[in-house]
């Protein structure tokens, strides 16, 4: 079946650039997406990219998908200490319908001062 | 900005009890989901819901579980009959066009 696999942690110094990885399965993946999720909350969706991209731009936020190798990136500029969060990558096939999404374990971005 | 709202928040359960969680989707929005976390472990997709009815479901979907939209806000998915491993954080997402979901806050479900 498909499968989405993370780093599970990522340590970066407040101000650095974050570069969370991600890497899929399902060549058939038409949406991916970076969900966010703080303590406590729920999955907020920070940005997707549709299969036929390669990249996408939305201010501190720059996702690179390269198809050939099924792998993901979410890259945030000038990381500030609300970025820290557990980062969770989703891909969704082309099964058709109300498709349910595939996450992988998330990364937990830690910020050091 | 509308959001999908989870009731309750946390809700505590003897083994073998039936539980009910509830979701209120986003007003415009056509398609339901229902995931659950373990702690530790990945999001895991249970079951969708478009047009009054089940569109997919998972392996982890089996009989104990139903799912319901009883009226024009509210879907709610039942556990019959709750097991210690049903323990996990149950989110509820919705989506307009099946391609973006959005998603609530969770409802965390703890079975003694």
């Known amino acids: 079946g498909e499968d989405v696999e993370q780093s599970l942690f990522l340590s970066v110094r407040e101000g650095d650039s974050s570069v969370i990885n991600c890497t899929y399965t399902d060549s058939s993946s038409t949406y991916l997406y970076w969900y966010k999720q703080e303590p406590g909350a729920g999955l907020q969706l920070l940005t997707y990219i549709f299969s036929n991209m390669d990249m996408k731009q939305d201010q501190r936020l720059t996702v690179l998908l390269n198809k050939k190798d099924k792998h993901l990136s979410l890259r945030i500029a000038d990381t500030q200490t609300g970025d820290s969060a557990i980062y969770f990558c989703?891909?969704?096939?082309?099964?058709?319908?109300?498709?349910?999404?595939?996450f992988g374990k998330g990364t937990h971005l830690i910020i050091q001062p | 900005e509308p959001e999908v709202t989870q009731t309750p928040s946390h809700q505590v359960t003897q083994m073998g009890q039936e539980v009910i969680l509830r979701c209120v989707p986003i007003?415009?929005?056509?398609?339901f989901y229902w995931y659950r976390q373990i702690l530790g472990q990945k999001v895991e997709f249970l079951v969708s819901?478009?047009?009054?009815?089940?569109?997919?479901k998972s392996e982890i979907f089996d009989d104990q579980f139903s799912v319901e939209r009883p009226d024009g806000s509210n879907f709610t998915l039942k556990i019959r009959s709750t097991k210690l491993e049903d323990s996990a954080m149950y989110f509820c997402a919705s989506s307009a066009s099946a391609s973006i979901q959005y998603f609530g806050a969770g409802t965390r479900l703890s079975v003694l």
């Open positions: 819901f478009y047009n009054n009815e089940i569109s997919e």
């Open positions: 007003s415009n929005h056509l398609y």
């Open positions: 989703a891909e969704r096939g082309r099964g058709g319908g109300a498709d349910g999404l595939t």
